[in-house]
């Protein structure tokens, strides 16, 4: 009996397998081989669902920023307290994320980054987000107070 694969379950589990390699060893630092071998997959296999790193690294983008906003925006709390909530999950792993997105960032110029695909998908979830909370007239005043606290406290030793 042939082997029956849900070919795009399993692109999303490579996805998601590859974040955390992304996460531990930076993006230049990291090759299709690398991350093959972590994966237990043919670097053919792996080309088979990802065309590019690039690629690879969008889906894991996406993989990641579709799990944020599982319940996390409360509509029983304040407005807050929501906040607090979503800081949290941000400090959660902030420190390696935004080395990891200055490292996938560095040379490229600012019209470079405004058309990136993985940019442009998170922070429209960051967005989102911070929208559900405070409506979108205080947005982006908001997610900048956020990001420039987690910054603060990061660059504090916090």
Same mark, same amino acid.
């Given at each position: 009996m042939p082997k029956i694969v849900d070919h795009e379950a399993y692109r999303?589990? =490579?996805?998601?397998?590859?974040?955390?390699?992304?996460?531990?060893?930076?993006?230049? %630092?990291?090759?299709?081989?690398?991350? $093959?071998?972590?994966?237990?997959?043919?670097?053919?296999?792996l080309y088979h669902y990802f065309p590019s790193k690039e690629a690879l690294f969008l889906a894991c983008t996406r993989q990641?920023?579709?799990?944020?906003d599982t319940g996390l925006v409360d509509p029983? =709390?304040?407005?807050?307290?929501?906040?607090?909530?979503?800081?949290?999950?941000?400090? %959660?792993?902030?420190?390696?994320?935004? $080395?990891?997105?200055?490292d996938y960032l560095r040379g490229k110029s600012r019209a470079?980054?405004?058309?990136?695909?993985a940019m442009q998908v998170a922070m429209d979830s960051y967005r989102m987000l911070v929208r559900k909370i405070v409506g979108p007239e205080r947005l982006e005043e908001t997610l900048a107070r956020l990001l420039g606290t987690l910054l603060l406290e990061y660059f504090s030793g916090k």
């Open positions: 999303q589990n =490579l996805a998601q397998r590859a974040a955390a390699y992304f996460s531990a060893h930076g993006y230049s %630092g990291t090759g299709m081989r690398k991350i $093959a071998d972590h994966l237990g997959v043919s670097k053919s296999a990641i920023m579709s799990g944020l029983g =709390l304040s407005e807050e307290e929501n906040l607090c909530r979503l800081m949290d999950v941000m400090r %959660g792993n902030f420190a390696s994320e935004m $080395a990891l997105v200055f470079e980054i405004a058309q990136d695909e």
